[in-house]
């Protein structure tokens, strides 16, 4: 077959692809933002908005801030000197006692603030979900230098009573992403240095109730599970964690799967790398044993 035949099949058939995944994605939507569930509906609508790329204008003048912010980190070449007490690569063979330990690295910020940190369509999705929502007291595991952050406090000024409490391993990227967040003028949130294994305990024990978790650290199937299972008591009765990185390793797909089934869920939303889980204790109703699945196209990432 001649090659230019070739090359036009392909596109013809990513076309049909990325149109089935389009209807795909609307078909979920609709059934997010129609669901009997009031918090699915915000939840919906929230995804829609990344996904159609609708915002207001407040909202894109904010995300274009960010994203400002964002590139200023990226230029920088200060190296710091960290404490990872996290899981390594996807492929990396640490064990439990050696994540504990923790390892001592030297990244720049330039490097932090662009391979680990969520990118804009994922950090968008996480400032709708936080706007749509009344949510007082919030969870960040894995701040890094603030990045996610910066946008989950920026979605929860509409509510004074709102803070983020944001845990990292590392005492200098706490240091860090604190400048940061104090240099954007945000004010409604609290950075506590330590292992997840040691803050969180203590943390929960002071908050008494939690009403969302964004978990962005630490990706280790035996960790992330136990993580969720120390929140489980504390959740309030409308709440909505968030998993980052649920296809990272094979280890991430098998905490994800096993805590996707818990009852706890009202509903399940996998956002390729997002997991979300919905809580709902005022309704009795599981709204549906499937897992709503949605794709972010590739398009929405280039955006900002
Ligand atoms: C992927 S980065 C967080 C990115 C950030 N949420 C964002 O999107 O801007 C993960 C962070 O979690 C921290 N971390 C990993 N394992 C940890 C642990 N066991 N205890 C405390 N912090 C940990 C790391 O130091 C790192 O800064």
């Given amino acids: 077959m001649p090659k230019i035949v070739k090359k036009v099949l392909r596109k013809i058939s990513k076309c049909r692809e990325t149109c089935k995944r389009k209807k795909t994605n609307n078909d979920v939507i609709n059934s997010l933002v129609n669901s009997k569930n009031i918090y699915l509906n915000k939840i919906g609508i929230s995804l829609r908005a990344v996904i159609l790329d609708e915002y207001t204008e407040t909202e894109r ?3 274009t801030k960010l994203e400002q912010f964002r ?3 990226i230029r920088s070449k200060q190296l710091v000197q960290i404490e990872d007490f996290g899981a390594g690569n996807s492929e990396s063979t640490r064990t439990a006692e050696e994540m504990s330990k923790g390892s001592v690295i030297n990244y720049s910020i330039g ?8 990118r804009p369509a994922y950090a968008r999705a996480l400032y709708k979900i936080l706007e749509a929502f009344d949510f007082a007291n919030c969870i960040e595991m894995g701040t890094c230098v603030g990045v996610s952050a910066a946008y989950q406090c920026f979605a929860l000024q509409h509510n004074e009573r709102s803070r983020l409490i944001t845990i990292d391993g590392s005492a200098n990227l706490c240091k860090i992403s604190r400048a940061n967040l104090t240099s954007l003028g945000l004010t409604n949130f ?8 040691d803050v969180l305990p203590g943390l929960l024990n002071e908050v008494k109730t939690v009403d969302y978790v964004f978990i962005d650290g630490h990706h280790d199937e035996r960790a992330t599970f136990d993580y969720f299972m120390q929140l489980l008591p504390y959740l309030s009765d409308v ?3 968030i998993f980052d990185d649920v296809n990272w390793s094979d280890g991430m797909v098998r905490a994800w799967n096993l805590i996707q089934k818990h009852e706890v869920f009202t509903a399940v939303i996998d956002v390729q790398k997002f997991g979300i889980g919905l809580i709902d204790k005022t309704s009795t109703e599981k709204i549906s044993s499937d897992i709503f699945k949605i794709t972010i196209e590739k398009s929405c990432f280039k955006k900002y």
């Fill in 239 to 241: 709440s909505v964690l």
């Fill in 190 to 197: 609290e950075i506590r240095a330590g292992r997840f294994a």
């Fill in 61 to 63: 003048a904010t995300f």
């Fill in 111 to 118: 490097y932090l603030a662009s391979s680990p940190s969520s």
């Fill in 71 to 73: 590139q200023t980190l």
